[in-house]
């Protein structure tokens, strides 16, 4: 399995990797890197099939994914702090699981630890909305990843939701849409998985961050998932939706400085 695309920067201070959501890439990492000013090590990564990473058949399961991550961490850093959104927050507890003594403290953007809703998880995401995805995917890959872009800053103030789009469609066009199969692999990964029993043991520092608004992960789906991990913190940002670090880069930034200072 070869490496995946990372870009690093800066010099000095604490390694973060950031690890973006489903159909984006590390480019959108951008402006949230610009607004943490200096004293980081930046580190982004493109997740398999998405930006300048290969889409590798032989590694489709989550696993091997993951492991995919670990590798092209593992020749950059021995020691960081974790940064994932969305489907990237999915990857981010994967490789607290697998690797607890890498990671210093986790950060996790609109992410949740199970993505459908169940009859013990009412937070999730309605199972229509996936099949609505899934069914888009098989017939126009490029509409599907554009309505899904605008679904993520529903609830957002108009002049702001141009504002993300602009940001998440920009990522795509500079730095290159992501794979189907990636696509396809990633919804069938946030259908199926289901991170809720391991959260107990994970020991690292934790800041869930949720948008008020959003529509893909429910707040208290969030704040679920800060209240089962044993050292983390719960902060919902209000007016932002799925894209807090886009639509409300400043109070992001100001929050993830905080936490892990």
Known sequence: MSVLHAEVRGRGGRDLVLLHGWGSNLRVFDSFTRALGPGWRTIAVDLPGHG??????????????TWRVHETLAAITERYCLLGWSLGGQFALDLATAMPGAIEALVLVSSTAKFLRARDWPYGTPLQLMRRLQ????????????????????????RTALQVQALLRGALETHGNP????????LARLAESDLREGLSQLQAPALVIAGREDRIVHPYASRALAAALPRARYALLAGASHAPFLSHTASCARLVRQFLT
Not at 54 to 64: E, T
Not at 135 to 158: E, I, K, N
């Open 135 to 158: 069914a888009w995917l098989d017939v126009d890959t490029g509409r599907t990843v554009d309505d899904f872009l605008a679904l993520q800053t529903r609830g957002t103030a108009p």
């Open 179 to 186: 794979a189907r199969e990636a696509l396809r692999s990633g």
């Open 52 to 65: 300048r990473s290969n889409w590798d058949p032989r590694a489709a399961v989550p696993a091997a994914q």
